[in-house]
């Protein structure tokens, strides 16, 4: 997934709402924060998936795989403009903060 980050910001802003993503690239256009899957944990099971078929096992055999980790992107000074503080245990265990050019991980 390769996200084009020219998109226009976070569509809540408009409406004075915070925004509650599914990606840090949400976060990265306004949202206040996301819960989204390790989509590296996803690449590695899904390349192992792939592994297995190209090795001959049918592709229906395979048990579905629930990505067990979740990330937490935030942006505090999102937040800020509307009136809320992101608590500072919750930025400190944040996956990513996005702020001042920070990029997620």
Not at 1 to 22: A, H, K, N, T
Not at 28 to 46: I, K, L, N, R, T
Not at 83 to 96: E, F, L
Request: aromatic residues 8%; neutral net charge.
């Amino acid at each position: 997934m390769v996200p084009d980050l020219r998109v226009q910001p976070y569509p809540v802003q408009q409406y004075d709402r915070l925004g509650i993503g599914v990606s840090p690239f949400e976060v990265m256009q306004g949202a206040v924060a996301s819960f989204y899957p390790d989509f590296q944990e996803g690449g590695v099971v899904a390349g192992k998936m792939i592994a297995r078929v190209l090795k001959g096992e049918s592709p229906g055999t395979i048990p579905f795989y629930r990505l067990v980790t979740t990330k937490v992107a935030v942006n505090p000074a999102e937040a800020g403009k509307m009136g809320v503080t992101v608590p500072p245990d919750v930025v400190k265990q944040a996956d990513t903060v996005v702020g001042g050019g920070a990029q997620p991980q």
